[in-house]
């Protein structure tokens, strides 16, 4: 029905940035809150930021102060723009999505996963 693609993670040396991006397709009427979130090496997947439909953003801690979400509705993404990077960024990092299909049927839908990997 929906397919969250995301794309833009790769290795990056600490202090440098990285723009992970995630485009949602498929039955789609609206897309509705979105959200980053991630899974470091034997940890938890925790939240980092989400983004409403209308651009407001909240941020935990593991987001806060270096990482800023925004998206493009038109196209139906959400970006992630990380700076500052540190050794313990490095995780897997998926998008998340609640997305409406018609008037009486949503459905919450997660990406695959990309791989950021902070050297030090």
């Known amino acids: 029905q929906v397919q969250l693609v995301e794309s833009g993670g790769g290795l990056v040396q600490a202090g440098g940035s990285l723009r992970l991006s995630c485009a949602a397709s498929g039955s789609i009427s609206s897309v509705n809150d979105m959200a980053w979130y991630r899974q470091p090496p034997g940890k938890q997947r925790e939240l980092v930021a989400t983004i409403t439909s209308g651009g407001s953003t909240k941020y935990t801690d593991s987001g806060k102060g270096r990482f800023t979400i925004s998206r493009d509705n038109a196209k139906n993404t959400v970006y992630l723009q990380m700076n500052s990077l540190k050794p313990e960024d490095t995780a897997v990092y998926y998008c998340?999505?609640?997305?409406?299909?018609?008037?009486?049927?949503?459905?919450?839908?997660w990406g695959q996963g990309t791989q950021v990997t902070v050297s030090s």
């Open positions: 998340h999505a609640d997305i409406r299909h018609s008037s009486y049927s949503t459905g919450s839908y």
